[in-house]
């Protein structure tokens, strides 16, 4: 016996690995899922598609994706987003990455302001939770050769005493 339906995006789609753990979880409590995908990479997109035939699949970059004109009716039950993790995770190394790369996450925000939803899953590395603004000036002074500069400086890495700040700010 089916309860319902339950409307849902999967954003940052990739292969669809979040969205077979939604869809069989909601079949296991009787619910059909109006699931849209959405990733700005052709080959997620081709293997999401593969994995999940009855989704609405849209290729394109979140930036350029207004969540009011692909969600009917402007409501969500649930939001899954598997935003970049690789600027936040210990396994990148200690290297800075780019501001882009962290800027994912805005977008999680930008669809729970512009529709009505219900509940937000966000898949992410634990690190995430120390996420804070970042050194915008190189520390290292003039003269420095690169490689003592790479070691040295705090430009693109966090304040380590605003450890959390943005973190509890978007959680906010």
Request: proline share 4%; charged share 25%.
């Amino acid at each position: 016996m089916r309860r319902g339906k339950i409307y849902a995006a999967d954003l940052f789609c990739g292969a669809g690995g979040s969205s077979s753990g939604l869809l069989k979880a909601a079949k296991k409590l009787g619910f059909n899922v109006e699931l849209i995908a959405i990733n700005h990479w052709d080959i997620a997109i081709d293997k999401h598609t593969r994995n999940h035939p009855g989704v609405t699949h849209v290729n394109s970059d979140l930036e350029k994706v207004d969540p009011r004109l692909v969600v009917p009716g402007g409501k969500l039950d649930l939001l899954v987003a598997s935003p970049e993790c690789t600027h936040f995770s210990k396994a990148r190394g200690g290297k800075p990455m780019s501001k882009q790369s962290r800027a994912s996450v805005k977008y999680i925000l930008r669809w729970v302001t512009a529709l009505e939803v219900k509940n937000v899953i966000i898949e992410n590395v634990s690190e995430f939770q120390d996420w804070g603004p970042l050194h915008r000036t190189c520390s290292c002074g003039v003269g420095i050769e690169a490689e003592k500069h790479q070691k040295k400086c705090h430009f693109q890495k966090p304040i380590q005493n605003r450890k959390s700040d943005c973190f509890h700010r978007f959680i906010r």
